[in-house]
């Protein structure tokens, strides 16, 4: 009897695979993305030309290993690249908002409308529902009468009449959407959630970033300078979300036209207070309509606006950015956003 030897021809290797080689080669022979690579990397991501095992593989080596400024950068780049649109309106302030609020109400959802009542164009963009137990802007809205656009013609519209617009993930991005809606799947959170955070979308020479890990501060901070960012300013905002604690002291890492600088906001309290048992939407609506007192509240408000005042140029230093911002709050339209 004689044996068939049986001949078995090579699988080509994955154009992907030097990617997740790259990253994943052990303590010694892995080394991070060049910016070029990364870029390259997430086009092939985006035009879905990635198996799914390869991008398991990939989000979780990135996630392990952290993003590097350049990775970052050059994600972004690609994702931008694979926009199906062009932005027909103008933006002053490019506002993320990813992490959804857990301890306290988004506050700073009040401090973006303060902006746009006088006369900043802000365009929010944010993704619900991926992590349980939060409260996510997109659901906020709703305490304020207000409803996200589903479109960027819609969002368009809404920076056109109001000065304020908020367009979810999904209808600008709806690839990145689905990556994110993989984090109860892997038990992790991924680059995306760090590079949706700098997609700015409309272009908007101004935009302000919030972080959870203060790692990622200066992480964003040097993104964004290599991204040709005119001006930009990020903070470990209070649960991750773009706003200022005042029980806390803030370090607002910056870029000015590829200069990088720091700026230490004190705390406005010397004792902390002390946060609510349950979140209760209504009272964002009572607090901008007079109708319910808090200071914690209010401070967040006036002291997230005075921060993205100071970003916009609007102020010189932090005295004048809080006196303006305090101005706003005292003359706000108190008949908008009635309760729910």
């Given at each position: 009897?004689?044996?068939?030897?049986?001949?078995?021809?090579?699988?080509?290797?994955?154009?992907?695979?030097?990617?997740?080689?790259?990253?994943?080669?052990?303590?010694?022979?892995?080394?991070?993305?060049?910016?070029?690579?990364?870029?390259?990397?997430?086009?092939?991501?985006?035009?879905?030309?990635?198996?799914?095992?390869?991008?398991?593989?990939?989000?979780?080596?990135?996630?392990?290993?952290?993003?590097?400024?350049?990775?970052?950068?050059?994600?972004?780049?690609?994702?931008?690249?694979?926009?199906?649109?062009?932005?027909?309106?103008?933006?002053?302030?490019?506002?993320?908002?990813?992490?959804?609020?857990?301890?306290?109400?988004?506050?700073?959802?009040?401090?973006?409308?303060?902006?746009?009542?006088?006369?900043?164009?802000?365009?929010?963009?944010?993704?619900?529902?991926?992590?349980?137990?939060?409260?996510?802007?997109?659901?906020?809205?709703?305490a304020l009468g207000l409803r996200a656009a589903d479109s960027?013609?819609?969002?368009?519209?809404?920076?056109?009449?109001?000065?304020?617009?908020?367009?979810?993930?999904?209808?600008?991005?709806?690839?990145?959407?689905?990556?994110?809606?993989?984090?109860?799947?892997?038990?992790?959170?991924?680059?995306?959630?760090?590079?949706?955070?700098?997609?700015?979308?409309f272009a908007a020479d101004c935009s302000i970033q919030g972080?959870?890990?203060?790692?990622?501060?200066?992480?964003?901070?040097?993104?964004?300078?290599?991204?040709?960012?005119?001006?930009?300013?990020?903070?470990?905002?209070?649960?991750?979300?773009?706003?200022?604690?005042?029980?806390?002291?803030?370090?607002?890492?910056?870029?000015?036209?590829?200069?990088?600088?720091?700026?230490?906001?004190?705390?406005?309290?010397?004792?902390?207070?002390?946060?609510?048992?349950?979140?209760?939407?209504?009272?964002?609506?009572?607090?901008?309509?007079?109708?319910?007192?808090?200071?914690?509240?209010?401070?967040?408000?006036?002291?997230?606006?005075?921060?993205?005042?100071?970003?916009?140029?609007?102020?010189?230093?932090?005295?004048?950015?809080?006196?303006?911002?305090?101005?706003?709050?005292?003359?706000?339209?108190?008949?908008?956003?009635?309760?729910?």
């Open positions: 009897m004689s044996l068939r030897h049986h001949e078995h021809t090579p699988v080509p290797e994955h154009p992907f695979a030097p990617y997740v080689r790259i990253l994943g080669k052990g303590r010694k022979g892995s080394r991070p993305l060049t910016q070029e690579e990364a870029c390259q990397a997430m086009r092939m991501i985006m035009a879905g030309r990635v198996l799914p095992e390869q991008l398991g593989a990939f989000l979780m080596l990135m996630r392990v290993k952290e993003e590097t400024p350049e990775e970052l950068a050059g994600f972004v780049r690609a994702v931008r690249e694979a926009f199906d649109f062009t932005p027909g309106c103008a933006v002053d302030l490019d506002w993320p908002t990813y992490a959804g609020k857990r301890r306290h109400l988004p506050w700073f959802l009040l401090s973006a409308l303060l902006l746009a009542e006088n006369g900043t164009a802000v365009f929010m963009h944010g993704a619900a529902g991926h992590t349980a137990g939060r409260l996510y802007t997109e659901d906020a809205l709703s960027v013609d819609m969002a368009c519209q809404q920076l056109a009449a109001e000065g304020f617009s908020y367009l979810p993930l999904q209808q600008f991005c709806r690839k990145l959407q689905d990556i994110i809606e993989l984090r109860p799947i892997m038990g992790l959170r991924s680059p995306v959630h760090t590079l949706v955070r700098l997609l700015n979308p972080i959870f890990h203060p790692g990622y501060r200066p992480v964003h901070q040097q993104a964004a300078a290599l991204l040709g960012q005119p001006h930009m300013a990020v903070l470990k905002g209070e649960g991750g979300e773009t706003e200022r604690n005042p029980d806390m002291d803030c370090l607002v890492q910056s870029v000015h036209n590829g200069a990088l600088t720091d700026e230490l906001w004190p705390a406005v309290f010397a004792r902390r207070h002390v946060k609510a048992e349950h979140l209760q939407p209504e009272q964002l609506a009572l607090l901008w309509r007079g109708g319910w007192q808090d200071e914690f509240a209010e401070a967040s408000v006036v002291a997230t606006a005075a921060v993205a005042l100071r970003l916009l140029g609007k102020a010189e230093n932090q005295p004048q950015a809080h006196a303006l911002a305090r101005r706003y709050w005292h003359e706000r339209n108190k008949d908008k956003y009635p309760a729910r």
